[in-house]
């Protein structure tokens, strides 16, 4: 494993292998095998593709840095790699998640984990009493996510560890919107951070993959077990573009974080919207918790429009964004989450929560800010 005394900016550049040990290459190649030869019949370091492969290695390594991991594994999509954290529960468990998260997640939560005997509840998390009222004998871990998605809920990080240490709980976080360089949730005492390298990690739009790690080698034992048996590896051609994606992880991030901000403000002062979400902005209400656990407010911003006919026409109008479910690209996204991300949601959970109909998601890219603006006031105005 390389070296975790270089800074981020540094570790994601050089990662865990920073040429190829066979050649030299600058890149580590994609290794298109399936199975490695056994000399005179046992294994090397590799001994079938499912369990190991060097490119797949060279993401699990970088993660694992990253985020301050003993080990990493990589998956075919970010929700193989929940799925990879949930799989560490069994029947009879009860687990605590928040109110407003991933649609994805919550279709898991609410559809796959009851029928294999797994009981979840949905708490407000940013509530930490509540969370600890909803603690019952049978909990056995936290889902978390923070900020949460698309209502940017802020959970204190610290606080949920402390009851998940008093209870005995695993606890899991989804830190796909913040990415390791703005959250190191292992570092605060977290068990795993799970990640959809779809999202920023990846940063291009063009792949689908999963990370998670965890600084305990009992939990990276339990996890390489499950890794192995379930099959949901990433391949190597993914492995290939995810460690491509991650060497301009932080100048990616630093120009759509800045971008996101002067978009946040534009939007705040604009009459057609009602409100922004964004932790980037003074009035965020988790500012403090957030910025106590997380070094920047990232990339993504939620903003409510005054009415609901005037979405139609924005994603008519606007030339600039993909309008489509996802975020984290180089490229700006803008999702309306109502019938895209969250469409997993039955309407009456989504109008309790407040994700209403005129609540739109925008993935800052890293395109000129002021094209993008000039594009979303046109969408807007009239
Ligand atoms: C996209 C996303 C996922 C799921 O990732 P896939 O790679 O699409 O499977 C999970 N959590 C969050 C926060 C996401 O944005």
Redesign the pocket.
Known sequence: MADNRYRPATQVVHQGTDRDPYTGASAIPIYQASTYHHPEGSAGEYDYARSGNPSRRQVEEAIALLEGGCAGFAYA????A?GAGLSLLKSGDHLLAPRDL?G??WRYLTSILPEQGISCSFVDMTNIEAVRRAVIPATRALFL?TPS?PLFNITDLRATVEISREYGLLTML?N??MTPLLQRPLDLGIDLAIH????FLGGHSDL???LVTTAQPELARRLKRHQNALGAVLAPFDSFLLARGIKTLRVRLVAAQANARLLAERLVSHKAVKRVIFPGLDDFAGRDVHFNQSSGPGAVLSFELHAADQVAKLLRQVRLPIIAP??GGVETILTHCWSMSHAAIPSAVKDELGISRSLLRLSVGIEDPEDLWEDIERGLAG
């Open positions: 999509s970010g929700m193989a929940i991933y994805g997640s996510e998605n989804d796909t919107f959809s390298g779809t999202k689908l993959a999963g996802s975020l």
